[in-house]
């Protein structure tokens, strides 16, 4: 036997065995197994494995490698040795349906992307017996993703009489019991697929250079028909590929940008420079969240879609006929949904683009009785907001048309507006047509806000010192004071060991300490009062720390949450309160 090395990856293995009771040379058959064929010589068959190195640091693509098709060997041997057969000790059923590789493809080329993988069938001598042998196969038949495995029969004049086969597994037992009922043949089929089998993941993990494989670009957002990418400089060279893939693989997508430039560093609007790699440069979009729809320009206006959940999460603290402050609206993620609550919000954004399509918002999802748009500086509005509010008396009239009977109006679902219990009353009168009653309810916007929302993370906390001496001036009658979410970015947390003294398993745990310290110590030196890490509604200078989500590999995103302590909000200022305000502080606990 000799052995001859290829690199580190692969090995090739000559082994020579003179059978002098056959005169047979190998030969392929589909499955890869040997079969006799007429030869005088020596019977000599070369196996190549193809294998890579456990200490490989791409070791994600390595299940590409095992599967015998590394480009550069296979295409040698297939060349120099047309009667062998690439074989690796590990292929399992998963590496059968895996695409080609088309390693450093640039231009895709759908058409290198089909692949036929050799099954057995049972075909099915009467279509009414497809259930019952499909139960009785039962994990014999293939099970794979995106594939049925009840298929037409591959015989052209049988497939035209609408007869069938069920595909099985490769490593199925026979069925034999169904063949001895003559309820099936088993039979070899030829299953062929094509580019729009595979996933995108499939597809570019074929296509990505293993030293460029490992992280697989998937990170991707959708906003509406447009898919948003922030591509690593590793992908750069395959960004249009990558782009036409994702087209390909996402039917509701037009258009595939990439972010050339990091988000709020340079534009105070939060928009952000980009570059269109496939479809067409149209970035208007509508997109739901909530039971809520919003117009707007992507590429001028901030918007999230991995935020959906957060803004649900404080929305849902929001009790109808309560006063939002929303200081950093955008257009209005927080507001409309409130506003469907039959929550007074006032919204504002400095953006006059998110201002238009807030107002825009506003009118779509028929919330402008709740809702009010403002174009204003946040700091400037948190105080404008808050004296503006305590002077106006307004009361909105809920007109709702109930049913005749009391039968029908108990299965009625009515409105949030029509469920406020806030101070209302009822003025039935009798409708002239179909007997109906009208019913008007009333209800008071409150003096004081509830919430104050300030979502800008990464200068939201600068805004806080805008709430010393808010009410110097001002008469609340006893109102409980606002709460404030504030939205910040901090360090993301090491890992930690866990105390085990308790039996509780686990070794390590992230829990965000030195990050709510750093977030409190920043929210005290704005408010001029000390505040620590607590419950909201226990000790007076608690702060409530959400985590939100990650932005960076050592940074995320937190929301705090904290009521405004009395001694902050009454103090007199001499001036008003700019970014010196902290200066002029209350006297500390």
Same mark, same amino acid.
């Given at each position: 036997?000799?052995?001859?090395?290829?690199?580190?990856?692969?090995?090739?293995?000559?082994?020579?065995?003179?059978?002098?009771?056959?005169?047979?040379?190998?030969?392929?058959?589909?499955?890869?197994?040997?079969?006799?064929?007429?030869?005088?010589?020596?019977?000599?068959?070369?196996?190549?494995?193809?294998?890579?190195?456990?200490?490989?640091?791409?070791?994600?693509?390595?299940?590409?490698?095992?599967?015998?098709?590394?480009?550069?060997?296979?295409?040698?041997?297939?060349?120099?040795?047309?009667?062998?057969?690439?074989?690796?000790?590990?292929?399992? +059923?998963? @590496?059968?349906? #895996?695409?080609? *590789?088309?390693?450093?493809?640039?231009? &895709?080329?759908?058409? !290198?992307?089909?692949?036929?993988?050799?099954?057995?069938?049972?075909?099915?001598?009467?279509?009414?017996?497809?259930?019952?042998?499909?139960?009785?196969?039962?994990?014999?038949?293939?099970?794979?993703?995106?594939?049925?495995?009840?298929?037409? +029969?591959? @015989?052209?004049? #049988?497939?035209? *009489?609408?007869?069938?086969?069920?595909? &099985?597994?490769?490593? !199925?037992?026979?069925?034999?019991?169904?063949?001895?009922?003559?309820?099936?043949?088993?039979?070899?089929?030829?299953?062929?697929?094509?580019?729009?089998?595979?996933?995108?993941?499939?597809?570019?993990?074929?296509?990505?250079?293993?030293?460029?494989?490992?992280?697989?670009?998937?990170?991707?957002?959708?906003?509406?028909?447009?898919?948003?990418?922030?591509?690593?400089?590793?992908?750069?060279?395959?960004?249009?590929?990558?782009?036409?893939?994702?087209?390909?693989?996402?039917?509701?997508?037009?258009?595939?940008?990439?972010?050339?430039?990091?988000?709020?560093?340079?534009?105070?609007?939060?928009?952000?420079?980009?570059?269109?790699?496939?479809?067409?440069?149209?970035?208007?979009?509508?997109?739901?969240?909530?039971?809520?729809?919003?117009?707007?320009?992507?590429?001028?206006?901030?918007?999230?879609?991995?935020?959906?959940?957060?803004?649900?999460?404080?929305?849902?603290?929001?009790?109808?006929?309560?006063?939002?402050?929303?200081?950093?609206?955008?257009?209005?993620?927080?507001?409309?949904?409130?506003?469907?609550?039959?929550?007074?919000?006032?919204?504002?954004?400095?953006?006059?683009?998110?201002?238009?399509?807030?107002?825009?918002?506003?009118?779509?999802?028929?919330?402008?009785?709740?809702?009010?748009?403002?174009?204003?500086?946040?700091?400037?509005?948190?105080?404008?907001?808050?004296?503006?509010?305590?002077?106006?008396?307004?009361?909105?009239?809920?007109?709702?048309?109930?049913?005749?009977?009391?039968?029908?109006?108990?299965?009625?679902?009515?409105?949030?507006?029509?469920?406020?219990?806030?101070?209302?009353?009822?003025?039935?009168?009798?409708?002239?047509?179909?007997?109906?009653?009208?019913?008007?309810?009333?209800?008071?916007?409150?003096?004081?806000?509830?919430?104050?929302?300030?979502?800008?993370?990464?200068?939201?906390?600068?805004?806080?010192?805008?709430?010393?001496?808010?009410?110097?001036?001002?008469?609340?009658?006893?109102?409980?004071?606002?709460?404030?979410?504030?939205?910040?970015?901090?360090?993301?947390?090491?890992?930690?060991?866990?105390?085990?003294?308790?039996?509780?398993?686990?070794?390590?745990?992230?829990?965000?300490?030195?990050?709510?310290?750093?977030?409190?110590?920043?929210?005290?030196?704005?408010?001029?009062?000390?505040?620590?890490?607590?419950?909201?509604?226990?000790?007076?200078?608690?702060?409530?720390?959400?985590?939100?989500?990650?932005?960076?590999?050592?940074?995320?995103?937190?929301?705090?949450?904290?009521?405004?302590?009395?001694?902050?909000?009454?103090?007199?200022?001499?001036?008003?309160?700019?970014?010196?305000?902290?200066?002029?502080?209350?006297?500390?606990?």
């Amino acid at each position: 036997m000799l052995v001859y090395s290829i690199r580190p990856l692969a090995s090739i293995c000559w082994r020579l065995k003179r059978d002098s009771t056959r005169t047979a040379g190998p030969r392929m058959t589909r499955t890869g197994s040997t079969a006799a064929r007429a030869s005088s010589g020596p019977r000599r068959t070369l196996i190549i494995f193809a294998s890579v190195s456990d200490d490989n640091p791409a070791s994600r693509s390595q299940r590409h490698d095992r599967r015998g098709e590394i480009s550069p060997y296979s295409s040698i041997s297939r060349y120099l040795f047309p009667e062998t057969h690439v074989r690796t000790p590990e292929m399992d +059923d998963e @590496d059968m349906f #895996r695409p080609p *590789l088309a390693l450093g493809m640039k231009i &895709l080329d759908r058409a !290198a992307f089909q692949k036929v993988v050799p099954l057995k069938a049972a075909r099915v001598f009467e279509n009414k017996n497809i259930s019952k042998i499909r139960s009785q196969l039962g994990k014999d038949a293939l099970q794979q993703e995106r594939l049925a495995n009840v298929l037409p +029969d591959p @015989d052209v004049e #049988r497939a035209k *009489l609408g007869k069938k086969c069920i595909l &099985l597994r490769p490593d !199925a037992r026979s069925p034999d019991d169904l063949v001895k009922q003559e309820l099936v043949a088993v039979i070899p089929y030829d299953l062929r697929l094509t580019y729009d089998y595979w996933t995108y993941h499939d597809i570019i993990s074929a296509i990505l250079p293993i030293d460029a494989q490992l992280e697989i670009p998937s990170g991707f957002s959708q906003v509406g028909h447009v898919v948003h990418m922030n591509l690593r400089d590793a992908y750069l060279p395959y960004k249009h590929l990558i782009a036409s893939i994702i087209m390909d693989k996402n039917p509701g997508a037009k258009t595939v940008i990439n972010k050339i430039d990091d988000v709020g560093e340079e534009n105070e609007f939060r928009t952000f420079k980009y570059e269109v790699l496939a479809g067409e440069d149209d970035l208007n979009v509508t997109v739901s969240e909530a039971g809520c729809e919003f117009r707007f320009d992507y590429s001028k206006v901030y918007w999230n879609p991995r935020l959906s959940t957060e803004h649900r999460r404080l929305v849902d603290m929001f009790k109808p006929g309560e006063a939002v402050c929303d200081v950093m609206a955008g257009i209005g993620p927080f507001a409309v949904p409130a506003g469907k609550k039959g929550v007074f919000v006032w919204a504002n954004d400095l953006n006059p683009e998110s201002y238009a399509c807030l107002t825009d918002a506003v009118k779509l999802n028929h919330v402008g009785e709740f809702v009010r748009p403002f174009n204003e500086d946040g700091r400037r509005f948190i105080r404008d907001a808050a004296a503006q509010l305590l002077q106006e008396e307004r009361v909105i009239e809920i007109k709702q048309k109930s049913p005749r009977d009391k039968k029908s109006n108990d299965a009625t679902t009515v409105s949030a507006v029509a469920q406020l219990q806030i101070r209302q009353q009822e003025n039935p009168s009798r409708g002239k047509k179909n007997n109906e009653t009208v019913t008007v309810k009333t209800v008071a916007q409150p003096k004081v806000f509830q919430h104050y929302v300030l979502n800008l993370p990464a200068s939201a906390l600068t805004f806080l010192s805008s709430f010393v001496g808010l009410y110097e001036n001002a008469q609340t009658a006893g109102a409980p004071m606002p709460i404030v979410h504030v939205y910040c970015f901090s360090t993301k947390d090491e890992m930690s060991p866990l105390d085990n003294s308790n039996g509780s398993a686990g070794t390590t745990r992230t829990d965000n300490a030195s990050a709510e310290q750093k977030i409190c110590a920043e929210i005290s030196q704005q408010l001029g009062y000390t505040m620590r890490p607590g419950k909201i509604d226990g000790t007076p200078g608690a702060v409530e720390i959400w985590d939100v989500r990650d932005v960076a590999p050592k940074k995320r995103m937190f929301c705090a949450s904290f009521r405004l302590p009395e001694e902050v909000v009454f103090f007199k200022t001499q001036t008003s309160p700019d970014a010196t305000a902290a200066a002029n502080a209350p006297s500390q606990p």
